[in-house]
């Protein structure tokens, strides 16, 4: 099985949770008081599509010119001249995605945590990247 394959098979499972992308979001806000205060007042039946959409974006960004060109505009929505989210701070937002596979994931285990690192680790980058 490929990475991309072990990435969607997992990201399948996790979806039949209907929790999982709150569990996401209760996570990423304990890593730092700053993160839970940028979603106050937001709509959070509409970041949860947003945020399904950054996944399969970031997902792609290795396969997609479409997908790396999106990311770079997300980028710079986030950074200084937008949200203010600094590079440092998607790496917690990847630690919080990963937390909320292994409680949402039935077969999670080492392989699928690298599986979503390395899916994602070129669209990280571009935001890392874009967003300074």
Known sequence: MDTHEIFND????????KSFFLIFYRHFW??????????KN?????QIRMLKLSI????L???????REGIRRF????????????????EAWLD???????ICDPKYNDEIALAW?????????IMKEECQ
């Open 42 to 46: 937001v709509d959070m039946e509409q």
């Open 75 to 90: 980028g710079k929505i986030h950074g200084r001249e937008g949200i203010g989210v600094q590079p440092n701070d998607f």
């Open 117 to 125: 690192r390395q899916c994602f680790k070129q669209g990280i980058a």
């Open 10 to 17: 997992s990201y399948a499972r996790c979806q039949r949770n």
């Open 30 to 39: 304990q890593k730092d008081q700053r993160f839970e205060d940028l979603f």
């Open 96 to 102: 919080s995605l990963i937390e909320a596979v292994s």
């Open 56 to 59: 399969s974006m970031i997902m």
């Open 61 to 67: 960004a290795s396969s997609s010119d479409q997908a």
